[in-house]
């Protein structure tokens, strides 16, 4: 059985917390909870003997944060209606928990970053592939991919229940590329309509299908579905040390908006994680 985080709202808000990341993260702030949800995520945080708080809220929000103990780790313009940026702010429970452990890794994916993410169209991947929208008939075989592909995840896809309870939401749109009816690779997008904006995640490709820009492939159609539902600002967070998507997102123009710490359960730890907008 695989472990995951809890997610559940607290007022009109969405938290999630957990030993996995062991971290509480406020996904998404409604200002009537404000600031009392912060008291809440620091109870939980405590009560659990999580290492990190993180909060995705307005900038406006930001001052009291920081006088709350919590400190800026990533920026994205716009974030809201297109018109006001978001923060990602941390509060860290532990030192060791905010201090970075790969240094040298981050460095060289910097460094893979200024010399090969310089091309703004993606190459074209396989022609043979075909691109579609999953569906929940789909979930089953999007998990074993995903559990192909992830040791470890910060979010149950492993089950095919919570893959079709994130489809049937409306809010979450998953696209796949098939080679002769077989999956070979998977993104999603989870759609913030009421504030505009849409994270781009889940990428998962097949070890056989890498290095055939599948995930590039992905991105701009999802970008092209987005664009049509009127969503202004798109984002992802992305692992620091999986130099490929970093790469690709470089070059399909997003902008490096900063690093979330130590931050998220994933391939079998605890790492750090990117932020990239593109508006």
């Given at each position: 059985?695989?472990?995951?985080?809890?997610?559940?709202?607290f007022?009109?808000?969405?938290l999630q917390?957990?030993?996995?990341?062991?971290?509480?993260?406020?996904m998404?702030l409604?200002?009537?909870?404000?600031?009392?949800?912060?008291f809440?995520m620091?109870?939980?945080?405590?009560?659990?003997?999580?290492g990190?708080?993180?909060?995705?809220?307005?900038?406006?929000?930001g001052?009291?944060?920081?006088?709350?103990?919590?400190?800026?780790?990533?920026?994205?313009?716009?974030?809201?209606?297109?018109?006001?940026?978001?923060?990602?702010?941390?509060?860290?429970?532990?030192r060791?928990?905010?201090?970075e452990r790969?240094?040298?890794?981050?460095?060289?994916t910097?460094?893979?970053?200024?010399?090969?993410g310089a091309?703004?169209?993606?190459?074209k991947?396989?022609?043979?592939?075909?691109l579609?929208?999953?569906?929940?008939?789909?979930?089953?075989?999007?998990?074993r991919?995903?559990?192909n592909?992830?040791?470890?995840?910060?979010?149950p896809?492993?089950?095919?229940?919570?893959?079709?309870?994130?489809?049937a939401s409306?809010?979450s749109?998953?696209?796949?590329l098939?080679?002769?009816g077989?999956?070979?690779?998977?993104?999603?997008?989870?759609?913030d309509?009421?504030?505009?904006?849409?994270?781009m995640?889940?990428?998962?490709?097949?070890?056989e299908y890498?290095?055939?820009h599948?995930?590039?492939?992905?991105?701009?159609?999802?970008e092209?579905?987005?664009?049509?539902?009127?969503?202004?600002?798109?984002?992802?967070?992305?692992?620091?040390?999986?130099?490929?998507?970093?790469?690709?997102?470089?070059?399909?123009?997003?902008?490096?908006?900063?690093?979330l710490?130590?931050?998220?359960?994933?391939?079998g730890?605890?790492?750090?994680?990117w932020?990239?907008?593109?508006?």
């Amino acid at each position: 059985m695989t472990l995951s985080d809890t997610t559940e709202t607290f007022g009109r808000s969405l938290l999630q917390y957990g030993p996995l990341s062991s971290r509480v993260y406020l996904m998404r702030l409604s200002e009537s909870d404000f600031p009392k949800i912060i008291f809440e995520m620091e109870r939980i945080a405590r009560k659990g003997g999580y290492g990190k708080a993180l909060a995705k809220v307005p900038a406006d929000a930001g001052p009291l944060l920081e006088e709350k103990g919590y400190h800026p780790e990533a920026r994205i313009p716009g974030y809201y209606h297109g018109r006001t940026d978001g923060l990602f702010m941390s509060k860290y429970f532990c030192r060791n928990r905010g201090q970075e452990r790969h240094p040298g890794r981050i460095r060289k994916t910097l460094a893979l970053l200024s010399t090969k993410g310089a091309k703004t169209r993606p190459p074209k991947q396989n022609s043979g592939l075909i691109l579609r929208e999953c569906s929940p008939e789909d979930a089953r075989e999007m998990s074993r991919i995903f559990r192909n592909v992830f040791s470890t995840y910060p979010f149950p896809v492993y089950d095919p229940g919570f893959l079709k309870e994130m489809m049937a939401s409306g809010e979450s749109r998953y696209f796949c590329l098939t080679d002769r009816g077989k999956m070979a690779g998977i993104a999603g997008a989870e759609i913030d309509p009421e504030h505009g904006n849409a994270e781009m995640t889940d990428f998962a490709v097949l070890p056989e299908y890498q290095g055939q820009h599948l995930a590039a492939a992905l991105l701009v159609h999802m970008e092209a579905e987005m664009a049509r539902m009127g969503i202004s600002t798109l984002y992802t967070i992305a692992r620091t040390l999986s130099p490929g998507i970093n790469i690709t997102f470089k070059r399909a123009g997003y902008t490096l908006a900063g690093k979330l710490t130590n931050n998220t359960q994933i391939c079998g730890g605890i790492e750090s994680m990117w932020v990239w907008y593109k508006r």
